[in-house]
C-alpha cells in the first residue's frame, strides 16, 4: 500500500509540474487580427513577435520612419527611430491606412518622436488595404513619405 501511495504522489507532482510550466517555445496567440487590431498595441496583443519591415520614410538628422507588418495579425502600425536627439521641432511619424492604391485615407495614428529614441503607434489592421508611414515636421511644415505597400 504505501508503494502505490509513493508511486501516486510521484506521478501527481510531476503532471503538476507540466500543468504549470510552460514548454519551451510555445507561442501564444495574438489578442486582435484585422481591423479588430485597430487603436491597440503591437506589445500588448502580441502582434510585435512575427513584424516584418515592408516601409520605410527618412527625414534629415537620421529620422526614421519604419512600416511595420505582421501576417498573424494582418495589422500594420510604424515605428519611428530619432539616432541622435539634434530635434529643434516636434517631429511626428504617421501610419495611413488606404482604400485601394493612392486611395482615399480611411484612417490614420501618430506617434512623436522621442528626442533620441524609438518609439511606435497603434496598429491599423486589413489586409485588403495599401499602407505607408509619413515624417511630418511641425517647424519646416515638411512631410516626407514612404511608398505604398
Known amino acids: ?8 504522489a510521484t506521478v501527481s507532482a510531476a503532471a503538476l509540474t507540466m500543468a504549470l510550466v510552460p514548454l519551451a517555445g510555445t507561442s501564444y496567440a495574438a489578442g ?14 502580441a502582434c510585435d513577435g ?17 512600416l511595420r507588418w505582421s501576417p ?12 541622435t536627439g539634434n530635434q529643434w ?3 511626428y511619424g504617421s501610419i495611413e ?3 485601394g492604391y ?7 495614428l501618430q506617434v512623436k518622436f522621442p528626442n533620441p529614441g524609438s518609439d511606435w503607434s497603434n496598429m491599423l489592421g486589413g ?13 519646416t511644415g515638411n512631410v516626407s513619405c514612404s511608398g505604398y505597400w
Open 72 to 83: 498573424k495579425c494582418q495589422a500594420a502600425w510604424v515605428r519611428v527611430t530619432d539616432p
Open 127 to 139: 489586409s485588403g488595404y495599401y499602407y505607408r508611414v509619413c515624417i511630418r515636421d511641425t517647424g
Open 97 to 99: 491606412k488606404h482604400d
Open 1 to 8: 500500500m504505501q508503494r502505490v501511495l509513493t508511486k501516486l
Open 32 to 45: 486582435c487580427s484585422n481591423a479588430g487590431c485597430d487603436n491597440l498595441g503591437p506589445v500588448s496583443q
Open 89 to 91: 521641432w516636434d517631429k
Open 102 to 108: 493612392d486611395g482615399p485615407l480611411v484612417r490614420s
Open 50 to 66: 512575427d513584424a516584418v519591415t515592408k516601409q520605410t520614410a527618412t527625414a534629415d538628422a537620421g529620422l526614421r520612419a519604419e
